[in-house]
């Protein structure tokens, strides 16, 4: 009965906290693409514009519901909230902070200790392409239909690198739990999967460009793009709706980060070796979870940067990059991975 | 705790209304479906039957299933891609040309 | 507690395989079937699959899913056509025979099985289980498969070409 409660309380606050960092991240995108495009940004709501966030939620709330006279209603209204619910599923993996002892009782900081903790995370990402499908067909609109197909077939085919690049972590780790290839990155920051742990750098950086890819970020946001597509497979959208697209465009984001953060970074490791860190306590485990949220902090800054500062790929040479050019650097970082754990040079 | 037997009758319901689906519907690709459903009520009654029996056989024995599943449902729907740029619909009343 | 869970699934089950051999729009039932095959996976889970279940989302509901999807949107497929007239006598028939014919076979599989399912074995339905199997008693049929997909994607592949003239 006790762990229900505890498992509700952190659904709870897992997905308070999300939403509220999507909030945050309307603001600090604004902000920032600012600051990088030499202009001011919103700054009239609030101090620095903090508010802005609550004026566009009002503004969303009070638009008026338009749905299209020949879209397919059920699934166009089903569409949004398909967009979303795998994209927040996708988080109840990963772990954000150690083993807490509250009240005499152990507590993951993860919401699903699953055995296979990534093929959940795999299995939820898949799920959230049906969305965009659905979007694109039920709004009865050439552009919905292109931008939904192009951007699906963009994710399907964005799917393979990713998958490869988690493989060759998952050869090195032993496990498909997060939580313990977090806890084996433990030590030094040379002992994360990306340095001296797995010799991962060419497969973090698939998967972030992967990454970039699947969430529909720019350079990959072809099928968003206002010159191309109008609006790609939210054209027809408004109101709420379009919200809820957003939404779940930022929340894709974060589940990204945060799983190339447990692979690769170290999850909520500090990165300092045994003896420099404290006694196990709330001291310990308060810096490790803020550990985890620098690292998803600087992961949100970079998606962002990149953003506004790359231009976007044509969509045939989007596909060529991810199944002539990512595929076979996967699948080359899959066998040297191999080679290197056969011969103990890594691998737990 | 659950009754295997109400598992398997369940993976029988959906057996026959994959069967009834079959025999049915009109549209290739709607026949492809079925025929899934037909597909995944055989592998629930695999996996119902390797946790009673409880080993590792007859969960590779579904592995395998999904996997050619996979294969078949590729194959399959680029024939009806081919049938289609040959006649013109998926119906497959209308795909009569070897009849007598 | 998961009887409760058997049970919403088993209903989710039933009602969308309904949807998926009734339904005359072909988009709506590929969706249906995609929600079949989710719960099938949360049976899975339930039955303590736990890999099994999770590689049928990724597999059957993310792949091959939206395969079909893509296909029934690239042929723009419009509503089916009801088959043809159906008179009162087969209206009555069909879902007596299907009735009868889940009947049969579910008497067999009733008289197969235990009352109760024994006590979950140390580390059923784990990655690691699976993979120790796959990769020494099965190793054949593995390599036999990954043959086969090629096969089929090369088939795939030509059967759907577009002939360049």
């Not at chain 1, 508010?51 to 020949?70: N, R, S, T, W």
């Not at chain 1, 050869?171 to 010799?199: C, D, E, M, Y």
């Not at chain 3, 303590?48 to 893509?70: E, H, S």
Request: with cysteine; proline share 4%; charged share 10%.
């Amino acid at each position: 009965m006790v762990d229900i409660i505890i498992n509700f309380l952190k659904i709870v606050i897992v997905f308070s906290l999300l939403m509220l960092c999507v909030s945050i991240m309307t603001w600090v995108e604004r902000r920032l693409s600012a600051v990088i495009q030499y202009r001011l940004g919103p700054n009239r709501v609030g101090p620095f514009g903090l508010f802005q966030p609550i004026a566009d939620g009002v503004k969303f709330l009070q638009k008026e519901d338009i749905i299209p006279a020949e879209a397919h209603k059920l699934f166009y209204v089903l569409a949004p909230a398909l967009a979303v619910i795998p994209a927040l599923c996708a988080f109840a993996v990963i772990p954000f902070g150690p083993t807490v002892t509250i009240l005499g009782k152990q507590i993951g900081l993860v919401i699903l200790d699953l055995d296979g903790g990534l093929l959940w995370a795999f299995a939820s990402t898949g799920l959230g392409v049906y969305a965009l499908v659905l979007a694109g067909w039920s709004s009865n609109s050439k552009f919905s239909l292109i931008g939904g197909l192009r951007s699906s077939a963009q994710m399907i085919s964005y799917e393979l690198p990713m998958a490869l690049s988690v493989v060759s972590v998952v050869l090195v780790s032993g496990t498909l739990r997060p939580t313990q290839i977090v806890v084996q990155q433990a030590g030094s920051f040379l002992h994360w999967n990306i340095f001296g742990g797995g010799f991962q750098l060419l497969g973090f950086i698939l998967f972030t460009v992967a990454g970039y890819a699947e969430t529909n970020r720019n350079p990959f946001d072809l099928p968003e793009a206002e010159g191309e597509l109008v609006a790609g497979y939210h054209t027809e959208y408004s109101g709420m709706r379009f919200a809820a697209f957003f939404m779940a465009e930022y929340i894709n984001m974060m589940t990204s980060s945060a799983l190339g953060i447990t692979l690769f970074l170290g999850g909520w490791q500090l990165g300092l070796p045994a003896r420099w860190l404290p006694e196990p306590g709330w001291l310990l485990w308060g810096a490790q979870i803020l550990a985890f949220v620098v690292k998803m902090a600087f992961f949100q800054f970079l998606f962002v940067w990149v953003r506004w500062t790359l231009p976007r790929f044509r969509y045939d040479q989007l596909m060529n990059l991810g199944w002539k050019g990512l595929l076979p650097l996967s699948l080359a970082n899959l066998a040297v991975t191999a080679i290197l754990v056969v011969y103990g040079v890594v691998g737990h | 705790m659950i009754d295997p037997r109400l598992v398997l009758v369940l993976s029988a319901v959906l057996l026959s209304l994959g069967v009834v689906g079959v025999l049915t519907r009109r549209g290739a690709i709607s026949i492809l479906m079925c025929v899934e459903l037909m597909l995944n009520a055989g592998n629930l009654a695999f996996i119902t039957f390797a946790r009673i029996n409880g080993g590792p056989e007859a969960q590779i024995f579904v592995f395998f299933v999904m996997t050619l599943a996979a294969a078949e449902a590729a194959a399959g729907l680029a024939i009806v891609i081919a049938l289609f740029r040959l006649r013109g619909t998926t119906d497959v009343d209308e795909i009569n040309l070897l009849k007598w | 507690m998961e009887l409760i869970a058997f049970f919403v699934l088993a209903l989710l089950l039933i009602a969308s395989a309904l949807v998926v051999i009734t339904n005359r729009n072909p988009v709506t039932s590929a969706v249906a079937l995609a929600f079949n095959l989710v719960a099938i996976a949360g049976l899975y889970m339930v039955l303590d699959a736990q890999f099994i279940g999770l590689l049928q989302v990724i597999v059957y509901a993310g792949a091959i899913m939206v395969l079909i999807l893509f296909v029934i949107m690239l042929l723009n497929l419009r509503e089916e056509a009801r088959a043809h007239p159906v008179g009162t006598f087969q209206r009555i028939l069909a879902p007596v025979t299907t009735l009868l014919f889940a009947i049969v076979i579910g008497r067999a599989v009733w008289l197969s099985a235990p009352s109760s399912f024994p006590e979950k074995t140390e580390g059923f339905g784990t990655a690691a289980s699976l993979g120790k199997e796959l990769f020494t008693r099965f190793y054949y049929p593995f390599e036999a498969i990954s043959l086969l997909l090629i096969v089929a994607m090369i088939g795939a592949v030509l059967l759907a070409k577009r002939k360049v003239s």
